[in-house]
């Protein structure tokens, strides 16, 4: 399943949670802040180990799929992790 991700690099401290509005039909797309810069994919590859963790799989289990140098990216992740996914976006 494709996940819709919304990425803060650079934060204070790695977390998965929350939802980020989407300003059209699309949407609404999980929060992730991620300690490492926007720099050489840093923050993908963060981003990619921070929501395997959150979710219990293995990282090699989720993957970039789209946005590589935007704030909103799309993240594939396992179908059975879908429950996991919509407890995570209404964490506040």
Partial sequence: MLVRVRVSPGARSTRVGGRYPSADARPDS??????ARAVDGQANAAVERALAEALGVRPREVRLAGGHTSRVKMIEVPDRCRDLVDGLLARK
């Fill in 30 to 35: 999980l929060v992730v802040s991620v300690t």
